[in-house]
């Protein structure tokens, strides 16, 4: 069964897991120093959070399948839907392993269609993500700017 999947970057981690958690009467399953996810049942839904967005707002949605083979089937959909597909393959992202491809709807909104294969110690580079989607100028895990800042880290 497939899951919905819903990415929102925020300014501040902390208030927006404490916002979310009692917003879905739940505890994230996934929680880093940038990135916080939620795996609900009710409703069926992969909700992530993450301060790597360019700016506070929807990042972007998605189909989460379960197998290569329901990966397969939304594929098949995604061209009978028709626009510009960029099938991004095997990739590390959101501290985890999938295969991917995106997608714009009519209303530039990037949807993100993926099967997680495994974890990943990392958030990753995004550079995978970058060269996917660069002619959608909207990178999913590209570190913001305010990331280096909060760490006290030099960009």
């Not at 897991?17 to 916080?36: C, M, N, Q, R, W």
């Amino acid at each position: 069964m497939k899951r919905f999947h819903v990415h929102v970057a925020v300014d501040d981690l902390k208030q927006s897991i404490g916002f979310y958690s009692v917003l879905f009467a739940a505890e994230p399953s996934v929680i880093k120093t940038d990135y916080a996810k939620w795996m609900l049942d009710d409703p069926r839904v992969n909700f992530a959070i993450s301060t790597r967005g360019r700016q506070p707002g929807l990042d972007h949605l998605g189909i989460q399948a379960e197998s290569g083979d329901e990966l397969k089937d939304i594929y098949a959909r995604l061209h009978k839907a028709g626009g510009n597909i960029v099938e991004q393959g095997q990739t590390s992202c959101c501290y985890a392993k999938s295969e991917k491809s995106w997608i714009d709807d009519p209303a530039g909104i990037s949807w993100e269609t993926f099967h997680t294969t495994g974890e990943s110690i990392d958030y990753g580079d995004g550079s995978g993500e970058r060269v996917a989607r660069v002619a959608h100028e909207k990178p999913c895990c590209a570190p913001a700017p305010k990331v280096a800042e909060a760490c006290g880290c030099q960009a």
